[in-house]
């Protein structure tokens, strides 16, 4: 059994964890950069990939070059992980090694247009019988994931213009700053996240007290979460500053590709597993910051649905201020993709997937507790009534908590607090939609000539985790924006 030893399930379990505010989904040491000498054979492969070049951009003489390596990489031994087994670190790096030789090997190859159905990208035994081995340790399928290009895969470093400490990336694509930068904002959001978290266990502890002096610490907790959630806002911004958009989109996301979503289509085979196996594994989602624990901690903390739309709840006092923007539920729900959000956990790793059942299984949720102790529609015309929910615990800190109120009602306060928390992480998914049309979207417009049919324009480009990215991008913020309670 693997001691995931950066969990942080020991948030709500164990509140006082020294670990925890070190590391959120990061793991709480740098991670390891070289492999023991018995796994040196994938290491070096990995080194030389370095002058690869994507298959659909390479000239004859660099395809034989990326040919040559190829052919060393099917001639590697079968190297066993056996001597990884039982170390979190080891198996990590050896998963973001094969991960990575997986992607270069399958996007060095030129893709073929010249069949409706062209051969699976066949991934050679020297790789595909450790990589599944791993898989199966670890709980993860056998493509590239955030969690191998960000969370386990930086480096500290000296920072040229300051005495800080920078984060930098151990293996990259293209070896470009653009990428390391890529990389880098996710995880600069991971490690802005560690307050979000806390603050997130915070409400929790305070849910189960539940009298007027715990709601109002409640509603401040939110409004601090509100600020993490604009700082996380401003770094994903900073993309612009480092990674240039073309840069991105011709060359280092094609490498991203996962099973069946190259430019062909190939699905991938992975030599030597068992027929299961095979089949289980030939369509794959490539690495999306969709994965990203932090943005799906959020979302749960908060109880936004991606599911379904939340639709307008038949309590009228609590109706989502969707309700005046003309999206139906049906409209929105052929719109979204309901089972990404869901899809993309399990592309986490087995200890964040866990944390997030946690979360979700815990009650009440925030929004459930806002609902039941928040401001009613209703109760606008008595403001008084904030004053007299829930009058539980001690007569100290009951009295304490009339001296300090005021004039302040903390249904209200709490009300609008979660809305204020909701409405930034609106706003961080009104800001990433920006970033995808820049990245994505424009640079896709830039390839598609006028005259081509409407199947190629920005409605139906794909992410890398395969959504109809556009529509479903805006499904993600139409469901975020549904959980916001009616004030007025
Ligand atoms: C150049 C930068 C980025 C681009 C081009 C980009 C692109 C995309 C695309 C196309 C999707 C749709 C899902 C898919 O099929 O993959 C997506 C989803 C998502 N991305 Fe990004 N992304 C970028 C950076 C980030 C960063 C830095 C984060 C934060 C950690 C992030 C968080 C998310 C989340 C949480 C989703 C799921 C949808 C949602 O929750 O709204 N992205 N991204």
């Not at 594994?281 to 739309?309: C, M, N, W, Y």
Request: aromatic share 8%.
């Amino acid at each position: 059994m693997l001691a995931f030893n950066t969990s942080p399930i020991s948030v709500i379990h164990n509140p006082v964890s020294v670990d925890f505010p070190e590391s959120g989904f990061m793991p709480g040491r740098p991670p390891l950069t070289r492999l023991p000498s018995a796994c040196e054979p994938w290491e070096t492969k990995l080194d030389d990939a370095k002058y690869l070049i994507l298959g659909d951009e390479a000239t004859t003489e660099e395809m034989e070059l990326n040919e040559r390596w190829r052919d060393q990489v099917r001639k590697l031994p079968e190297i066993s992980i056996d001597t990884l087994r039982g170390s979190e670190v080891l198996l990590r790096r050896a998963r973001v090694v094969l991960t990575f030789l997986v992607h270069l090997y399958v996007h060095s190859q030129v893709p073929k247009f010249d069949d409706d159905n062209p051969s699976p990208h066949l991934i050679p035994r020297s790789v595909s019988l450790p990589l599944l081995n791993l898989c199966n340790i670890l709980s993860l399928p056998p493509v590239l994931t955030y969690s191998d290009t960000v969370l386990y895969n930086w480096i500290v470093v000296p920072n040229e213009s300051s005495t800080k400490l920078g984060l930098d990336f151990q293996t990259t694509f293209t070896q470009t700053p653009d990428e390391a930068h890529f990389y880098r904002i996710s995880a600069l959001i991971e490690v802005r996240g560690i307050e979000a978290l806390q603050l997130m266990r915070q409400c929790l502890e305070e849910s189960s007290i539940a009298d007027s002096l715990s709601i109002l610490r409640i509603a401040t907790h939110l409004r601090k979460l509100a600020v993490v959630i604009d700082e996380m806002s401003v770094l994903l911004m900073n993309m612009y500053k480092g990674c240039d958009p073309a840069v991105f989109y011709h060359r280092i996301r094609p490498w991203f590709r996962g099973g069946g979503g190259g430019k062909d289509g190939r699905l991938w085979k992975f030599e030597g597993a068992d027929d299961l196996t095979a089949t289980k594994f030939e369509k794959l989602s490539g690495p999306s910051a969709g994965q990203s624990s932090i943005i799906h901690a959020l979302d749960v903390f908060l109880g936004i649905r991606h599911d379904t739309h939340m639709g307008r709840p038949k309590d009228a006092l609590s109706s989502p201020a969707t309700s005046t923007n003309n999206h139906s539920p049906q409209a929105s729900e052929s719109r979204s993709d309901p089972t990404f959000m869901t899809r993309m956990q399990n592309y986490m790793p087995q200890a964040h997937r866990e944390f997030l059942d946690q979360l979700r299984a815990h009650s009440p949720a925030v929004r459930d507790f806002v609902q039941e102790h928040g401001l009613r529609k209703s109760d606008n015309s008595s403001k008084s009534n904030g004053f007299f929910v829930s009058f539980r615990g001690n007569i100290l800190r009951t009295l304490s908590a009339w001296y300090f109120l005021g004039t302040i009602d903390p249904a209200e306060e709490l009300t609008k607090s979660y809305n204020i928390a909701v409405s930034a992480l609106k706003r961080f998914r009104d800001g990433h939609i920006k970033i995808v049309r820049t990245y994505i979207i424009d640079q896709a417009a830039r390839d598609i000539p006028a005259f081509e049919t409407p199947s190629d324009s920005a409605e139906n480009l794909r992410g890398t985790g395969g959504t109809l990215l556009l529509p479903f991008l805006q499904a993600c913020g139409e469901n975020t924006k549904a959980s916001l309670f009616d004030l007025k």
